[in-house]
């Protein structure tokens, strides 16, 4: 599918289609109007989860709050150094994990296990919460001397984005470096060039 065609299918096709390993989310809901102003005041890290899951509207605005294509040419609500869009988010549920594909707006299946224990490391809590987001970064800067930190620049603006639309939704979140890398990058299926950076866990918030 080209960027353009699927930058209009983002906008104007608010369906979700499942297919054998593909989860087509919904359209984001670009609609939401609460002022930047009080998203940045109530924006707080919560690690008290309700297990419920989460609805797919709110795990499509996630993502594309993250890394989602916001123009014609496929660039990202959240910005890379020279555009090189290195960071790859993954969605760790219960029923499996996935790739975030920002072109078709879409999680590919990668695995069929429940790998929140392999991102809660000694953080027991995380296994509360229904999804964690598990931020990826690939060295797209050969050569560059500040290759690694912008990797977790790139990474840091990706989770930045989603935690202020947690903050929007109400959710419970919180931004963690903590998680077993190794085990994750084996389970997820990384390349030797890929390393997780960070992850974001999120539910609806305990009680509700
Ligand atoms: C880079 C980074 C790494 C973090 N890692 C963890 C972590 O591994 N576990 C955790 O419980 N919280 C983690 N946090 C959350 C911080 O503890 C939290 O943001 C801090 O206490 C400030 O609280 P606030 O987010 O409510 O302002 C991390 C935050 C950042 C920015």
Same mark, same amino acid.
């Given at each position: 599918? =080209? %960027?353009?065609?699927? !930058?209009?299918?983002?906008? !104007?096709?608010?369906?979700?289609?499942?297919? &054998?390993?593909?989860?087509?989310?919904?359209?984001?809901?670009?609609?939401?109007?609460?002022?930047?102003?009080?998203?940045?005041?109530?924006?707080?890290?919560?690690?008290?989860?309700?297990? *419920?899951?989460?609805?797919? &509207? @709110?795990?499509?605005?996630?993502?594309?709050?993250? +890394?989602?294509?916001?123009?014609?040419?496929?660039?990202?609500?959240?910005?890379?150094?020279?555009?090189? &869009?290195?960071?790859?988010?993954?969605? @760790?549920?219960?029923?499996? =994990?996935?790739?975030?594909?920002?072109?078709?707006?879409?999680?590919?299946?990668?695995?069929?296990?429940?790998?929140? $224990?392999?991102?809660?490391?000694?953080?027991?809590?995380?296994?509360?919460?229904? +999804?964690?987001? %598990?931020?990826?970064?690939?060295?797209?800067?050969?050569? =560059?001397?500040?290759?690694?930190?912008?990797?977790?620049?790139?990474?840091?603006?990706?989770?930045?984005?989603?935690?202020?639309?947690?903050?929007?939704?109400?959710?419970?979140?919180?931004?963690?470096?903590?998680?077993?890398? &190794?085990?994750?990058? *084996?389970?997820?299926?990384?390349?030797? *060039?890929?390393?997780?950076?960070?992850?974001?866990?999120? $539910?609806?918030?305990?009680? =509700?």
């Amino acid at each position: 599918m =080209s %960027v353009r065609l699927a !930058f209009l299918t983002l906008l !104007f096709v608010p369906i979700m289609a499942f297919a &054998q390993n593909t989860i087509t989310l919904p359209a984001p809901n670009l609609k939401i109007d609460v002022p930047l102003m009080k998203a940045l005041t109530d924006r707080q890290s919560s690690r008290e989860f309700s297990p *419920k899951m989460l609805d797919w &509207q @709110i795990i499509s605005d996630l993502f594309y709050s993250a +890394l989602g294509i916001n123009r014609p040419d496929g660039r990202r609500t959240s910005p890379t150094a020279k555009n090189v &869009q290195d960071i790859t988010a993954y969605a @760790i549920l219960p029923e499996g =994990s996935y790739r975030y594909e920002p072109a078709g707006h879409n999680l590919v299946k990668v695995s069929d296990k429940d790998l929140r $224990g392999l991102v809660a490391g000694f953080q027991d809590f995380v296994t509360n919460a229904p +999804l964690s987001i %598990v931020f990826v970064g690939e060295d797209k800067y050969a050569g =560059s001397l500040n290759a690694e930190n912008m990797m977790h620049f790139d990474a840091g603006s990706a989770s930045e984005n989603a935690l202020l639309y947690c903050a929007v939704a109400k959710l419970s979140c919180v931004p963690r470096i903590t998680m077993d890398k &190794q085990a994750l990058s *084996k389970e997820l299926g990384l390349s030797k *060039k890929q390393v997780p950076i960070s992850n974001i866990v999120v $539910g609806y918030p305990a009680g =509700s």
